[in-house]
């Protein structure tokens, strides 16, 4: 089973960049697809990036498309979100999840796995 933590989130000011980190464990990770959410206070849990952990195939949301980079080092067993020209419509709390499909991450229902999530605040 995958283990997953978030890092790296903060507070920026609008147009900066964040990088946050997907830490993982278990001797299976690297079989794991992997995506980010995010859900800002009252509103519903949103996909914003996915990635086939050995394939490098990735899929984003449309708000993201452009200015939000998903990538992995399988080595250190992480996945990293790069956030640039962020905007305050991007505040949110950014979760990390694991599934061994990557149409199950991308659909983001029946999910195996998520990290605890980190906060991202993006001031105006």
């Known amino acids: 089973q995958a283990q997953l933590v978030e890092s790296g989130g903060g507070l920026v000011q609008a147009g900066g960049s964040l990088r946050l980190s997907c830490a993982g464990s278990g001797r299976t990770f690297s079989t794991y697809a992997m995506g980010w959410f995010r859900q800002a206070p009252g509103k519903e849990r949103g996909f914003v990036a996915a990635i086939v952990w050995r394939g490098g195939d990735t899929s984003y949301a449309d708000s993201v498309k452009g200015r939000f980079t998903i990538s992995r080092d399988n080595a250190k067993n992480t996945v990293y979100l790069q956030m640039n020209s962020l905007k305050p419509e991007d505040t949110a709390v950014y979760y990390c999840?694991?599934?061994?499909?990557?149409?199950?991450?991308?659909?983001?229902?029946?999910?195996?796995?998520w990290g605890p999530g980190t906060q991202v605040t993006v001031s105006s």
């Open positions: 999840a694991a599934d061994l499909s990557f149409r199950i991450i991308v659909a983001g229902q029946g999910i195996a796995y």
